[in-house]
C-alpha cells in the first residue's frame, strides 16, 4: 500500500464502520409476539432461494400473503423440510407491516418469526429474537471494530506525513 493510499483507505474503512453501527442501531428488533399475525394451514410451495439457498420463500394454499424465512434464524434445512412436508399443518407468526420485495419478483414478502409443524415449534419466537439480536451484534463489533482500524491508519498516516 502506498502512503497516499493510507488515508484514503482510513476514510473507507471509517465510512463501513460508521455503516455497520447504522445497521446495528436499526436491525435485530423482533416485534413483540402480539403485535405478529398467524397464518395456519397447508403449504403450497416453498422454494430455497439465495446464493446458498439458505432463504426460504413460501405461501399457503388459502392465503396469497408470501412469506420468508431468512436464514438468521438458522436451521434452515429443518424449517425446509417442515415447510415441504405434505399434508402437515402449518403456523406461523409474521409481520403483516413490514414487507419487501426482492429484485425481479413482483410479489411483496413477509419475514416469519416463529414456525409451528403438527403442533410442534419448529423455530420459536424466542429463539428468533435471540439470532436476530445476536447477528445485530455482530454488525455492532464489527462496526466498532472497523472503526478502531480507521483510527489506526490515521494514526499511522499521521506518523509517516510528520516524519517526511
Known amino acids: 500500500m502506498k502512503f497516499r493510499d493510507i488515508k484514503k483507505s482510513a476514510i473507507i474503512c471509517a465510512i463501513f464502520g460508521v455503516g455497520l453501527l447504522v445497521l446495528f442501531s436499526i436491525s435485530g428488533k423482533v416485534p413483540n409476539r ?9 403449504i403450497d ?3 430455497a432461494t439465495g446464493k446458498h439457498g439458505d432463504t426460504l420463500r413460501f405461501k399457503f394454499q388459502e392465503d396469497d400473503t408470501h ?3 431468512h436464514s438468521i434464524g438458522g436451521k434452515t434445512s429443518k424449517t425446509h ?3 415441504a412436508k405434505r399434508g402437515a399443518h402449518i403456523s406461523v407468526l409474521y409481520d403483516q407491516t413490514d414487507s419487501h420485495s ?10 416469519i418469526y416463529e414456525l409451528v409443524q403438527d403442533g410442534n ?10 439470532k436476530y439480536a445476536a447477528n445485530s451484534r455482530l454488525a455492532g463489533w464489527m462496526g466498532l471494530g ?3 482500524f480507521s483510527a489506526g491508519l490515521f494514526l499511522a498516516y499521521n ?3 510528520n516524519a517526511n
Not at 426482492?102 to 419475514?111: C, I, L, Q, S
Not at 423455530?123 to 428468533?128: A, G, K, L, Q
Request: glycine share 2%; proline share 5%; no cysteine.
Open 81 to 83: 423440510s417442515a415447510l
Open 45 to 47: 410451495w416453498v422454494k
Open 102 to 111: 426482492p429484485p425481479f419478483d413482483e410479489n411483496e414478502y413477509h419475514t
Open 67 to 69: 412469506l420468508v424465512y
Open 146 to 148: 472497523s472503526l478502531i
Open 159 to 161: 506518523r509517516k506525513k
Open 121 to 130: 415449534i419448529v423455530r420459536s419466537h424466542d429463539v428468533m429474537v435471540e
Open 34 to 42: 402480539e403485535n405478529l399475525t398467524k397464518i395456519e394451514g397447508n
